[in-house]
């Protein structure tokens, strides 16, 4: 008694999932042994529902298909009553002789301006073209006793070879019976027409819309192996037999490959009416019985007996088996899987509901090698990789570009300012007041802009700073350098980074200015275009050589060289590599040059206005 107390109190009272498991195991077992014996009777009334049920949407299926084709026939009438001319051109068919019908088209046709008429015969054509179900249509003349056979690559016309009172008969027969299979046409009709048990037809009086008169009839023919394609592709799982039925009880269509009723009145027609119960036909049987529409054909499902027996065999012994497998191991698998799983389930969880909150330290501990162990691996391994990814692709990169570009700034070295204090010195001793004034003043102007902590300006800012620095090489050469500078005004007030034009100005000064010519030029131009901003220098110096230029290309085509690109010199490298730091790999420097003739250089920066960098 103690040990039991102890169990409840250890696995059961303070643990809420264990009571769970234990009742409901407790639960389900005593169900399914007191339901046991009721099961078998259960199941098999299910089987009954079910092949019924089956049978009952395998008619239906089949119902659809006989109700298109009713309606396609009924349209094709329609159609051809519907049109005048059709109408006229199948009336003159029938109630003139052959020869007389075909000359008549051939006037038609050869009217001035008369417009070329359809007949009849292709719009049935067309309709056979169009549902591959019908296997050809018969047009028959009452007047003048022939008939037209029309095939989807054929056409015959004939004349009726029995007598006349047993045609009339016949023909007395359809009008009442619109449905019939071809094997009941008797002798009236040759081998092509009296095919076989596998097609039946349907018959459509026809008459004169003008005086009412009965003039012949159309007899549509189908090919009933078609109803069974079309079941194999809608309901591939037949259940039961499936049969189609005229009006009368005559059976135009039977599943049943052999011993079928195709072709003959069922037997038990009067015994159809009763679909609730089991009803004697060839054996006990229930039936489902379908009205196809307002075409007078019905489809009946019949589930035999002996079909349900085989299942409920196999039922009774599935069902003894499982009982006792169930039993006997349902409460013990359940109690110990389940809880192991619920439990390994539980601590995934709670892990990541941490990795949620933004903890990517979480590791899951999770013992054993199944599919929750697998899980549990590729978790931490996630987190691992997010951690590495992030401190990699985040934090150093960052730290790297932010060096690169202090470095890269650093390496831009003032070297103009020794060659303006010699200028400055030598038009000391040699020239007035004025003009060594004018330098300085234009040197301090740029010391001042130089020493500027910041490292944003204005595009009109980094032009100026640019002609202050020619102004001093103009003054120096003596009208050997002539400067032009154009700037649009809509892009005067955009940010630029600071000194990104000041070392392409330079790059002509050191290696294209020709000092001992007095022809020297260089223009810079700043305009937009879309949303860029374009900053050409183009001069007449000495230009680069056609190898060094493609080596310089080169390099600026190159993925981010950010360190120790171009050694110490300030060339066009730094300033390409600082404008896609700055601004991304969409913008940069170009370069165009011809030795003797002189360089263009193009910098290409996104528009931004104040408080955008």
């Known amino acids: 008694m103690n040990k039991l107390r102890r169990f409840y109190l250890n696995h059961l009272k303070r643990k809420m999932f264990n009571k769970i498991i234990l009742i409901y195991s407790a639960v389900m077992m005593v169900l399914f042994l007191i339901a046991a014996v009721m099961v078998y009777q259960y199941q098999v009334q299910r089987i009954i529902r079910e092949e019924s049920d089956a049978n009952l949407k395998t008619a239906q299926v089949l119902s659809i298909y006989l109700n298109r084709q009713y309606e396609n026939i009924q349209t094709l ?22 020869e007389d019908y075909l000359g008549h088209r051939l006037h038609l046709f050869s009217r001035p301006g008369e417009q070329r008429v359809q007949s009849f015969s292709s719009v049935l ?21 022939f008939y037209m056979q029309i095939r989807p690559q054929s056409q015959q016309l004939k004349y009726e070879n029995g007598s006349k009172p ?66 194999k592709t809608r309901a591939p799982d037949v259940r039961g037999r499936i049969l189609v039925m005229s009006s009368r009880g005559t059976v135009i269509y039977d599943s049943e490959e052999t011993g079928g009723y195709a072709g003959q009145t069922y037997p038990y027609l009067h015994q159809l009416d009763n ?3 089991w009803i004697p036909l060839d054996e006990m049987s229930k039936v489902n019985v379908l009205s196809v529409g307002n075409a007078e054909l019905s489809v009946v499902g019949i589930v035999s007996k002996s079909s349900i027996h085989d299942s409920t065999v196999r039922l009774r012994n599935t069902l003894i088996v499982v009982t006792l497998l169930f039993v006997t191991a349902s409460f013990l698998v359940t109690f110990t899987v389940m809880r192991k799983h619920s439990k390994k389930i539980q601590r995934i969880i709670r892990s990541m509901s941490r990795i949620g909150e933004g903890d990517l330290s979480v590791r899951i501990q999770m013992p054993g090698e199944d599919e929750l162990q697998q899980i549990s691996v590729r978790v931490n391994d996630m987190c691992e990789r997010l951690e590495l990814y992030i401190d990699k692709m985040y934090t150093s990169e960052i730290r790297q570009k932010h060096a690169e570009l202090v470095a890269l700034q650093s390496q831009i070295q003032p070297h103009f300012l020794y060659n303006t204090l010699e200028s400055i010195r030598m038009r000391a001793h040699t020239s007035g007041a004025k003009e060594v004034g004018q330098m300085i003043y234009n040197l301090s102007v740029m010391f001042r802009s130089m020493v500027k902590k910041d490292t944003i300006v204005t595009v009109q800012e ?20 002539a400067v032009g500078i154009e700037l649009d005004r809509e892009i005067g007030g955009c940010r630029i980074t600071k000194l990104l034009i000041q070392p392409i100005v330079e790059n002509y000064i050191v290696h294209g200015f020709r000092s001992l010519e007095s022809d020297n030029e260089i223009s810079l131009s700043a305009v937009r275009e879309e949303e860029r901003i374009v900053i050409t220098v183009a001069d007449n110096g000495k230009g680069i050589p056609a190898g060094r230029l493609e080596e310089i290309r080169r390099m600026l085509s190159a993925p981010s060289q950010p360190s120790g690109v171009g050694g110490s010199s300030i060339g066009l490298i730094n300033v390409h590599e600082r404008i896609r730091m700055n601004y991304g790999e969409d913008y940069g420097v170009t370069v165009c040059s011809e030795e003797g003739k002189g360089t263009v250089v193009r910098v290409r920066i996104p528009i931004l206005r104040e408080g955008f960098m």
Request: hydrophobic residues 35%; proline residues 3%; charged residues 25%.
């Open 77 to 98: 009438v329609q159609q051809i009553y519907g049109d005048a001319a059709l109408s006229d051109d199948l009336i003159y068919f029938l109630n003139h002789r052959y």
């Open 125 to 145: 054509k067309s309709y056979l073209e169009q549902n591959p179900g019908a296997s050809g249509v018969t047009i028959f003349s009452y007047p003048k006793d």
């Open 166 to 231: 047993d045609w009339e008969s016949w023909f007395s027969e359809r009008k009442h019976y619109g449905w019939d299979t071809m094997n009941r046409y008797g002798p009236f009709l040759d081998a092509a027409v009296n095919a076989s048990s596998g097609t039946y037809s349907y018959f459509r009086e026809l008459q004169d819309p003008w005086t009412l008169e009965k003039v012949g009839m159309m007899m549509a023919e189908f090919d009933a192996g078609q109803l069974s394609a079309w079941l």
């Open 275 to 277: 679909t609730e119960k």
């Open 462 to 481: 980094e032009i100026e700073l640019c002609s202050i620095y020619l102004d001093l090489f103009r003054i120096r050469y003596e009208g050997r350098l």
